[in-house]
């Protein structure tokens, strides 16, 4: 490995040498600067900037990487897996997942396996990033870890002449955890390669990605007493007893894609194209046990396997024509599906099946229109439909308006009504209460509407959303599947802004939610906040610069859900739960930006080092006591 990283760090020195270019290459002045030695004969030597290192996601436009020292970014580089987790709450360990306080769909669930508490780090096509740079670069992003391990994210990128790019990207993740039993270990693996030819009639977006999440499970914690007794030799979290022993849960999932276009004519003047998409995606999950514990049920089935494995495959082949004019783009095209979902342990006698299969056709469009940098719409409109898992159908619109100068509005609307995730429609278990099987399941339809007032003063937005989702899929108690008789109704309001005075500042996001109908299937808290007082300043002599501050998360308190190992969904309380919430989260950091390298350095959950830990990410699992939280992300621009 070592000499394979000399090699890697000598190629990008000596291909970053390489860019001495003669007069007659002409180059835009806003991308590079032009160096000259002062003579009329001399060479130009062109320095990149930022302007020259983009990326992009394959239907989006090209942006320029985020090395800006926002306090945004640092929601995003003090959490494990680089987003912003607002709304959710988390485990004890990292990679061990969130439980999910605001509703949401998730499309990456959508006729394959994908357990909820297994979908948070999962990548879909749409997330795939490709890169247009002008010299070798490479980007690291570390976190430590909960006792044993790290988590490391590392890119690399170059392009090869100016119309191909490569890049590959890899995240490991293995922390020990806090708690007996809660080992988390994840990587992802990534290929990507972006082609456009020199005419520009041509061009190819491809990746590969292959993703495990693999957890230790515990069951949470054996006596709850214990854990609230303030008994000093109960400090340490490894002296506790959880329930639980030789439990894992893992998940395999692997995409190949491979999307080009080409345009017949000249696509100066008419920008016609047509495009060719195949993919294919295959998700895993297994969950394995060495021996049977009551914790789950007393009610074992004997003989039967103490493991299970649910998969499935899905092969797409879509077709479309395209307009692709800057301010008009419109797509139209038919799709191919051969969909697979299958279960390893099947039962003639519990009636679960082994293996699910269809071909779906379908059609589908996307539009964009732009109108006097003033109004946008983004419209999408999918349809397909099967013998086994019926039809599908989903539109998405937003529309962005500036009606008054500064002042901003997005309305969306969003309707999708699909079959339930495949964890909803089938398990099988050596535990009698967790077999189920949906024969005939009816679509979860979800519609959505709302919209978010931007305002550029103090940074500042509100929102208004209204939900509704009939047929929800759920787990009851007993960790069997259903679909809810009535409505789920849910209303969310809410809004974020940042103060300023001088160098402090406060910045604040509020969301208060409620159920109108429904509630007893989707417990949820009434209002989540976060609130985050800081300093920011520039720091010797302007080479570098700090922010340090206190932020506080907090959740009212409500009747949690359940978290259940075997499926790693969320069901259901039952008559040991309790509610959870109600408790401040507060953390204090000291944040440090030298040129292009950042360190994010966070005391968590400090407010434990003089109150009890009484705050919980679901019924018996504590969230984590007082740790400190180190992030290093560094771009280097060869």
Known sequence: MKYILLILLFGVQFLSAQIVTTKDETRKSEDTLVVVSGKSDSLEIFKPTINDYLYQTQFSQKKLFDTSFSISRSYEFTQFNNRDNFGKIQFSNIGSGFQPLIFETNKEQNLSVLPTNKSFFILGSDDIKYYDVKTPTATFVYHNSMRNGAALNSTYTQNIGKNFNFA??????????????????????????????????????????????????????????????????????????????????????????????????DPEKYPFKLRHTISHQGNKYYFNQTVADDFFSKNVIKGYSLNSKKYSDNLSNTFSLVWDKENFKLDAGVR????????????????????????????????????????????????SNGNTFGTFLKTTNLVEFEPIKDYFVDAHFNFQSATPSFNNILNSSNYASYNYYLSDPKNQSVTELGAKLRLKWFDANIYLNLVRVDNYAYFNNQGQSLQASDALNITQVG???????????????????????????????????????????????????????????????????????????????????????????????FNLKVKRMFFYIEAQHFNTTFLQNKSYTAPYFPIYDFRLNLGIVWYLFS
Do not use: C
């Not at 993740?173 to 080992?183: D, I």
């Not at 270990?185 to 190819?204: C, P, Q, R, V, W």
């Open 168 to 265: 590959i990207e890899y995240m490991g993740l293995r922390s020990q955890g806090l708690y007996r039993n809660s080992l988390a270990a994840s990587n992802n693996t990534i290929f990507s390669g972006h082609y456009i030819s020199k005419n520009k009639k041509y061009e190819a977006f491809a990746h590969y990605i292959h993703q495990n999440v693999n957890n230790e499970e515990n069951g949470g914690i054996a006596d709850l007493s214990v854990f609230l007794s303030g008994d000093s030799r109960f400090k340490n979290r490894q002296n506790l007893e959880t329930n639980l022993e030789g439990v894992t849960s893992r998940l395999y999932y692997r995409r190949y894609y491979f999307s080009h276009e080409f345009a017949p004519l």
């Open 336 to 383: 191919h599906q051969s969909i697979t979902f299958g279960n390893l342990y099947p039962s003639d006698s519990l009636g679960i099946p082994g293996k699910l299969k269809e071909n779906r056709f379908g059609a589908l469009g996307n539009l964009q229109i732009k109108l006097w940098n003033r109004f946008q719409l983004k419209s999408y409109l999918e349809f």
């Open 495 to 589: 809004g974020e802004a940042t103060l300023r005075y001088g160098k402090f500042n406060l910045n604040g996001r509020l969301h208060f939610q409620n159920a109108i109908s429904g509630k007893d299937y989707y417990p949820m808290p009434s209002f989540i906040g976060r609130a985050n007082l800081f300093y920011q300043t520039k720091a010797f002599k302007d080479a570098a610069e700090i922010q340090a501050g206190i932020k506080m998360y907090y959740f009212t308190k409500f009747a949690s859900r359940d978290y259940s190992p075997i499926l790693n969904e969320f069901m259901l309380p039952n008559d040991k739960a309790y509610s959870i919430g109600g408790q401040p989260i507060a953390d204090a950091y």
